[in-house]
Structures are given as C-alpha cells and as structure tokens.
T-cell receptor
Framework: SQQGEEDPQALSIQEGENATMNCSYK?????LQWYRQNSGRGLVHLIL?????REKHSGRLRVTLDTSKKSSSLLITASRAADTASYFC????????????FGQGTRLTINP | DTAVSQTPKYLVTQMGNDKSIKCEQN?????MYWYKQDSKKFLKIMFS???????INETVPNRFSPKSPDKAHLNLHINSLELGDSAVYFC????????????FGPGTRLTVL
C-alpha cells in the first residue's frame, strides 16, 4: 500500500512559532500534496510538489521532498491561531489513475 | 457559488436502511471522487469517475453504488446500511488535465444506529 504516515500525530505550539510536520510514504510517486482540514469541514489543497522537485514555497508554507528517503515535510512559519487544523499529506502514484492516497494527518493546535 | 456541494450534510438512519448522498460540482471538472473518512480521520478513496465512467473502485462492498448522471454530478447510494458505514463521506473533483489538486466538498456525516 502507498499509504503515508505522518509525524507527529498531534502538535501544539505557541502563536508565532514555526510548525513542522513530516510525511513518509512507501512507493514511487508522481507528486505529493498537502491538504488542510478545519474541524467539521472538507479538505483544502495547500501545495503540490512534483517528484522532480525538492522544495516549494507558498506564502508562509514551505514543503520539501526527499524521494530517496520517501519523505516530505511541511513547514508553517510564524503560525497563527487560524492555522489550527489537521494537515494531511497525499500521494499520487507514478502509474495508473490519479488517486490521492492520504496519510493519517497531523492535528496542529496553535495556542494564542 | 459553492464549488463542490454535497447533500445532505448530516444523515442519521437505522441499520438496514438504504440511503443516498448527492454531490455536484460547478468547476467544469471531468473527474469526481468519493472518499470515506473514519473516526480516526483516516481518509480512503472509494470511487472515481471520469466523464461519467467508473475508473477507480477500491474494494468497496457492492452495497455501495456510485452513479454519475453527468460529469458535474456523482451520487452515492448505500444499501442495507451497517454500523461500520458510519463515517464522513467526502466528494471531490479534479480537472484531469491538471495533475494534482482536488477540490473537496464539505462532507456528509453519516450515522448508522
């Protein structure tokens, strides 16, 4: 299975600090994506990184990808209370139909 | 102008009943998905349709039957509901020409009593 694993499962930090979440996966990928889910809501796409990319930025988000270690990290800088949510990594495999295979998520809490 | 909408938002029903969840997207996408999120927040794909054709069926019991009347709609019918079907069901859509980003609906929380 290509299911991802996220680490940590839960993270609680103070507002203004940086938050780092990690994702590991098992098989080769075409791309890896990060999504955010606020409580009781659907998922919102944050950023996509392709297998031939190593780093990507979007606002306060920074994503890295290490295909040799089959891992990715999401860094949120200068966290805000509104960043409180669950964050999921999702992988798209190299072959076949485009389906997202999700990790189990990291629950991030930003304390004011 | 909601992009991906689902109805109903909440569904509470008895074991053994049959129920349907509807999904509509107004993004002009050609691919739609159903995902199931369990109580531990684990999200798993169930089905995918591209231009009304089933392209992914992930070992889902045949009590679950998706139907896509057109490429903007993907409905999910569930027969003989079981306790284990309780979960949040998410619909998503994607432009297959753009590898990656999927747009999710708000979810339908199904509770089977």
């Amino acid at each position: 299975s290509q299911q991802g694993e996220e680490d940590p499962q839960a993270l609680s930090i103070q507002e203004g600090e940086n938050a780092t979440m990690n994702c590991s996966y098992k098989t080769s990928i075409n791309n890896l994506q990060w999504y955010r889910q606020n409580s009781g809501r659907g998922l919102v796409h944050l950023i996509l990184i392709r297998s031939n990319e190593r780093e990507k930025h979007s606002g306060r988000l920074r994503v890295t990808l290490d295909t040799s270690k089959k891992s990715s990290s999401l860094l949120i800088t200068a966290s805000r209370a509104a960043d409180t949510a669950s964050y999921f990594c999702a992988m798209v495999g190299e072959q076949g139909a485009q389906k997202l295979v999700f990790g189990q998520g990291t629950r991030l809490t930003i304390n004011p | 102008d909601t992009a991906v909408s689902q109805t109903p938002k909440y569904l509470v029903t008895q074991m053994g009943n049959d129920k349907s969840i509807k999904c509509e997207q107004n993004l002009g996408h050609d691919t739609m998905y159903w995902y199931k999120q369990d109580s531990k927040k684990f999200l798993k794909i169930m089905f995918s349709y591209n231009n009304k054709e089933l392209i992914i069926n992930e070992t889902v019991p045949n009590r679950f039957s998706p139907k896509s009347p057109d490429k903007a709609h993907l409905n999910l019918h569930i027969n003989s509901l079981e306790l284990g079907d309780s979960a949040v069901y998410f619909c998503a859509s994607q432009d297959s020409g753009r590898a990656g980003e999927q747009f999710f609906g708000p979810g339908t929380r199904l509770t089977v009593l």
